[in-house]
């Protein structure tokens, strides 16, 4: 509808008090318009929902809409549901710590703004961090072939080929017989073990094989994982998502086996180890981010100087100087930084 005002209104809080001008938006679920507003002294914000500034569109009944703001290395969200004949929204926030937030997990947005010499929101928006800090989460990712955080990969499914399986030298040793004597070679067709895409594993929620003949529909089957009083798989490998099976091998071709399963690291792990790893990436994901935000900002800073010098047609930005000289000082860091990481054993590519 257009024309007629909502209201959505409200205090942005942290520690009990009204935060002064920062940005809040509001989202239309939608439309996914949004529109924006600045905090006054005391904290308040006001949208209208029948301004066309902000949102084009107007506004339905039954429509959602979702109030949110990142200041500094906090953030909130409220949703609220337009029910006529109501036409005012009164939606208070209060600021949590961004690093409880689903937005990021590698680092703080606290942790850039220290390293930009104690930075704030006033030069740098939160919400351009968090931009940049979550393409350099991916990047890592990408890079390492695992997550730095735990991560629920659902009904993973895979193709067993002589490649991707294989017998587990246990196998080896005790087919056909119970002697000592070793065997590198086995003429049956049942193959027990597999590996994960990704890894380490930390918990599988459920593994399944298909019993389906190859043109037929799927027909899954639980396994149950051998915890010492019995079971079908164990994971004989976390570190490298290697998985065997005990009994119910899983039989040649598409869709032969699935799982569900936790993947990667826990970021609360008292694991001295676990703890280095995090600590690393940390550091690394807190640079890129910086040399990200550093690389977009030198472009105003090519224009805008109070330190200009000029020498005829030769002319020195020195705002751009200083921002080349960040970016060349901190990459031996990175580069060392991704040395590590690699002689821990992730591959990076």
């Not at 209201?7 to 989202?27: D, H, M, W």
């Not at 600045?38 to 979702?66: M, R």
């Not at 990712?141 to 193709?159: A, I, N, R, S, V």
């Not at 550091?283 to 900002?297: E, N």
Request: glycine share 8%; net charge negative.
């Amino acid at each position: 509808m257009a024309g007629i005002p909502i209201l959505i209104y409200g205090q942005i809080k942290e520690s009990g008090s009204g935060v002064n001008a920062i940005t809040v938006k509001c989202r239309n679920e939608t439309t996914n318009e949004v529109g924006t507003a600045t905090t006054d002294s005391n904290g308040l914000y006001l949208f209208d929902l029948s301004d066309t500034n902000n949102f084009p569109s107007g506004w339905a009944d039954e429509q959602s809409l979702t109030v949110y703001t990142i200041y500094s290395n906090f953030e909130g969200q409220e949703t609220v549901t337009i029910a006529l004949l109501l036409y005012g929204y009164e939606q208070d926030i209060t600021l949590s710590a961004v690093t409880d937030s689903e937005l990021i997990y590698y680092t703080t947005v606290q942790n850039v703004f220290d390293e930009l010499d104690a930075k704030t929101s006033s030069d740098i928006s939160a919400e351009r961090i968090v931009k940049a800090i979550q393409r350099v989460e991916g990047l890592i990712e990408l890079k390492t072939g695992t997550f730095f955080k735990q991560e629920t990969l659902t009904d993973e499914t895979h193709t067993a080929d002589r490649y991707s399986l294989d017998i587990s030298p246990d196998y080896l040793d005790t087919v056909s017989s119970m002697d000592a004597l070793r065997r590198d070679s086995w003429r049956g067709s049942v193959m027990n073990r597999v590996k994960t895409t990704y890894a380490p594993i930390i918990s599988i929620t459920s593994l399944s094989i298909n019993q389906a003949g190859f043109n037929a529909a799927d027909s899954w089957t639980a396994l149950t994982e051998q915890t010492g009083s019995g079971g079908d798989f164990m994971i004989e490998d976390a570190n490298s998502g290697i998985i065997d099976f005990i009994t119910n091998y899983p039989r040649f071709g598409k869709r032969s086996w699935k799982l569900t399963y936790v993947v990667g690291y826990d970021r609360d792990s008292t694991d001295r180890r676990v703890i280095a790893y995090l600590k690393v990436v940390e550091r690394l994901t807190t640079l890129l981010a910086c040399k990200a935000i550093i690389s977009t900002k030198l472009t105003g800073s090519m224009f805008d100087s109070s330190q200009d010098i000029k020498i005829g047609t030769i002319e020195i930005k020195s705002g751009a100087m200083s921002g080349k000289q960040y970016l060349t000082s901190v990459e031996p860091e990175i580069k060392e930084l991704w040395g590590q990481l690699d002689d821990w054993g992730f591959e990076v590519i």
